[in-house]
């Protein structure tokens, strides 16, 4: 398709399949990045690599004559015990660089056609009852967080620039994310849920997740949010019990939560709650699933 697209967040998992995606099919990607070295390292063959210093102003031209922008850039939730400063870093990583992409757009003279920006299922906090993209948003912090992400790319409705969020759900990958930690204990057979597995566990699989951004990328008539989950959402423990059939293990040993507790203070709640998360919107755009139960795509990522 030969189609120049600025990507943000690119060194992350996600972004590292989206890319391979599009370059294997021809388009140009130009990576804005802190660290270009690190960059070339892990994805050699963008087109350029453009330094992403908020607090200058080299890389607002790089904007010019693209065809859409892709922001998976922000801080990563789980990385480390929640405090204040983590939760600061949190909020404004994922604001602070959505604003300024926004207002960049603003400015550019030839401005790009679409503005896919990465959100997630935290939208929604805990619910028993399903949620899809036209539900209300949840009350806890992480919910606050997507909300106010979420109106910050609003702002490119204005500039008649076609807009995308695609609320992310737990990313299934082999290497990296939830599966890679779950692998180990499960191969040593002390695998199980975490808590007391009753959580909702919205799945979904890395090339399910591409496939997504880039059927937004592609079909003009694609807009607004978008759920990035498997059509089939099950609870952590049906989860492990699938995980622990592909892998010929049992899932017997729950983790405690006042172990988890102690290990990730507040941030508990990412793993012990969740919500029944269905992709209406996604699925009403023709988005055809790869991988739609996870045996299927446990299969796959493990064979």
């Not at 908020?54 to 859409?68: G, R, T, V």
């Not at 990296?176 to 199980?192: D, N, R, S, V």
Request: proline residues 4%; glycine residues 6%.
């Amino acid at each position: 398709m030969n189609r120049k697209i600025v990507i943000t967040g690119a060194t992350g998992f996600i972004g590292k399949k989206i890319i391979n995606e599009l370059i294997q099919r021809g388009d140009e990607i130009t990576i804005f990045t802190r660290s270009i070295d690190k960059a070339k390292q892990i994805i050699p063959d963008a087109a350029e690599y453009v330094e992403w210093n908020l607090n200058l102003d080299n890389w607002q031209a790089a904007l010019e004559d693209k065809y859409a922008v892709i922001h998976l850039a922000g801080e990563n939730v789980m990385a480390k015990r929640w405090n204040e400063l983590h939760k600061k870093n949190i909020f404004n990583s994922r604001i602070d660089t959505t604003r300024a992409l926004v207002k960049a757009i603003e400015n550019a003279a030839d401005k790009p056609k679409v503005f896919i920006s990465a959100s997630a299922v935290g939208f929604y906090g805990s619910s028993e009852q399903p949620v899809t993209e036209e539900s209300l948003s949840g009350k806890d912090f992480l919910a606050g967080v997507v909300k106010a992400w979420e109106e910050e790319t609003k702002k490119v409705d204005l500039l008649k620039v076609r807009r995308v969020n695609v609320r992310t759900g737990i990313v299934l990958d082999k290497n990296e994310g939830a599966l890679a930690q779950m692998i180990t204990p499960f191969k040593f057979f002390i695998g199980g849920p975490l808590g007391t597995g009753k959580q909702w566990f919205p799945w979904i699989h890395i090339e399910d997740v591409a496939g997504i951004f880039l059927h937004a990328l592609d079909n003009e008539d694609v807009a607004g949010i978008l759920n990035a989950v498997s059509p089939n959402p099950l609870r952590m423990d049906e989860f492990c019990v699938s995980l622990g059939s592909v892998m010929h293990r049992p899932s017997l040993f729950k983790v405690p939560a006042f172990v988890l507790k102690l290990i990730f203070g507040e941030a508990v709640a990412v793993l012990l709650q969740g919500a029944k998360v269905i992709p209406k919107r996604t699925i009403e755009y023709g988005y055809k699933f790869r991988f739609e139960t996870a045996e299927e795509a446990l299969k796959n990522l493990l064979k």
